[in-house]
Every structure is written in structure tokens, then in C-alpha cells.
């Protein structure tokens, strides 16, 4: 029993250190260009994560041409996309509204595996897209905010797109011929992430960068804590617990970063705007139950996404 315990609280940390990157992103953008921040972030939890395989005796599998050209396009789809799109979309929308997208990863998921991926999905999928589906529709659309805020909708258009790359990455970790140990991939993501925003970081300054402390406090922190830390503990509370149990803790992300959300910036949970959370959560919990039995391993791309996330 303490053993499972301890579990949970490992899982509860890791998914709250995720909900902490809704506000580790807004602080990144304060001067300094998305490309640039995501190529920091990767440099300083590479050799970490590196550091972690080599004490861990991981060892790199042999990887084909294919294999490894799909490693390119998940660390550009989860690793760079995902972190300059939501760093661009909390910079324009309330990074309150960007917690709620964070729990729509299910349902995003299940759309791109449907439409793009010809994937069938189960009533139980469907269910949960509409929850979540409904939920961003009742938070982004509220009455008013159209007129009032246009650049508020083109944030929590960007987070979408965010949560869509990181779905795809999840989705293309399915078309892996030689599967990678969680901590192996999690460290070619990283590395492969910032071999990837070195061209347009490089591109970015040709403008003024302005080095302001509090985006390199906030760079660092998303590289330690969501990205190594994160890591650390998912992976050691989902070894000791099952496949449903370990999904459910997903839920603590947009939980942590609508609180976060509240607390740091003094975002206001207005009653439309809590019932489309609860619309989320709700989708995001029924996604997290699908087809899943008790003794359901936690897979790689689970535990690698929390280091892309």
C-alpha cells in the first residue's frame, strides 16, 4: 500500500510539473523569440537526459532509415512544435483558457488518429472528443470574447495546434518498427529537438534578442523540472502501477495549470468557463479508461510525452 502510494505521488508531480509549463511558457516569451527558448531548453536537458542513460546503462537500439526519420518528425511535432506553439499561444491568450486545452489530448488524439490516420475508433473515443470538443467551445467562444479579443482566439487556436503536435507525436510513435526504452527516446527527442531549432533560432537573430532574466529562469526551470524531473518521476510511478491507473493521473495537468493559472497571474474561473473545464476533464478521464485492462504496461511514447510536454 505504500508502494502504490508513493506511486500516485510520483504521477501526481509529474503531471502537476506539466501544468506548471503553462506558466513557465508565458515568462519564456518575455523577450526572447520562441525558436530560441525551445533551443535553450533542449540544450540544457540533453546532456541530462544523457547523463541519466549513461547511469542507467540504457543503450541506443539499431535503428533503420524509416525508424529513425520518424524519430526527426516526432521531435519536430512534439519536441519544437509543440513548445514554440504553445509559447506563442499563452503569450496571446490567458493562460488560464491554455490549461483547459492541455486536457483536450485525448480527444485530439483521437480526431488525427480518425481523420488523418484512417484509425477506427470506439464509442467510448468518440465520447470523450465530444466532452472535450464541447469544453473548448464553451471556453473559447464565450459570449463577447470574439469581439473583444480576437488575439485571445488566435491563442487558444495556437494551444490547439499545440496539443494537435503532440497527438501526432503519440500517434507516430505507434509506426516504430524497434521500439525505444523510455529514457533513450526521451533523450533523442531532446537532442533531436534542438539540432532542429538551430536554423531558425539562428534565423531569429537577425533581430534584437533581448535577454531578460525572467525568460532564463523560466527556460531553465521548463528544462529541469517538466523535462528531466518530470520525466524521473512519471517513469518511476507508472513502473509500479497499471496502464488506467497511470492515464488517469493525466488529469492532473490541466487541473495544476488552471490552479497555477489562478494563483500567479489571478485569472478569473468564471462559471462559463469552469463548466467547459469540466467538460474537458470529463472527456479527458473517459479517453484516459479506453480499452485499457488493469495490467496494461505504460508504453514509451506515455512517458516520453511528458518530457515533450
Not at 107 to 125: C, Y
Request: include cysteine; hydrophobic fraction near 55%.
Amino acid at each position: 500500500m505504500k508502494t502504490r502510494l508513493s506511486s500516485y505521488l510520483y504521477l501526481t508531480a509529474a503531471m502537476t510539473s506539466v501544468g506548471s509549463t503553462v506558466i513557465a511558457s508565458r515568462f519564456a516569451t518575455n523577450g526572447l523569440p520562441p525558436f530560441t527558448a525551445v533551443a535553450l531548453r533542449f540544450l540544457i536537458a540533453t546532456p541530462l537526459l544523457y547523463a541519466l542513460m549513461r547511469v542507467q546503462r540504457v543503450r541506443w537500439p539499431r535503428l533503420a532509415a524509416r525508424d529513425v526519420g520518424l524519430l526527426v518528425m516526432q521531435a519536430a511535432a512534439g519536441g519544437v512544435g509543440y513548445t514554440v506553439l504553445l509559447m506563442e499561444g499563452t503569450r496571446l491568450s490567458s493562460p488560464l483558457d491554455a490549461g483547459v486545452m492541455l486536457g483536450t489530448l485525448p480527444a485530439m488524439s483521437t480526431l488525427i488518429a480518425a481523420v488523418v490516420l484512417r484509425e477506427r475508433q470506439t464509442a467510448r473515443d468518440w465520447t470523450a472528443a465530444a466532452f472535450a470538443t464541447l469544453g473548448v467551445l464553451l471556453v473559447t467562444l464565450t459570449p463577447g470574447r470574439a469581439m473583444s479579443s480576437m488575439g485571445g482566439l488566435l491563442g487558444d487556436a495556437l494551444v490547439l495546434a499545440a496539443v494537435a503536435c503532440e497527438a501526432l507525436f503519440i500517434l507516430l510513435n505507434r509506426r516504430l518498427v524497434v521500439p525505444l526504452a523510455p529514457l533513450a527516446q526521451s533523450t533523442a527527442m531532446s537532442g533531436l529537438g534542438f539540432a532542429l531549432a538551430l536554423v531558425p533560432m539562428a534565423l531569429e537573430w537577425r533581430s534584437a534578442v533581448s535577454w531578460q532574466a525572467s525568460a532564463l529562469v523560466a527556460i531553465a526551470y521548463y528544462a529541469l523540472v517538466p523535462t528531466v524531473l518530470g520525466f524521473l518521476c512519471w517513469y518511476k510511478g507508472s513502473a509500479r502501477t497499471s496502464g488506467t491507473e497511470a492515464a488517469l493521473f493525466t488529469a492532473v495537468a490541466p487541473v495544476s495549470a488552471v490552479l497555477f493559472s489562478v494563483t500567479v497571474f489571478g485569472e478569473t474561473l468564471t462559471g462559463t468557463r469552469l463548466a467547459g473545464f469540466a467538460l474537458v476533464l470529463t472527456g479527458m478521464l473517459t479517453g484516459a479508461l479506453r480499452r485499457r485492462s488493469e495490467n496494461h504496461p505504460v508504453t514509451s511514447a506515455e512517458c516520453t510525452s511528458v518530457v515533450d510536454l
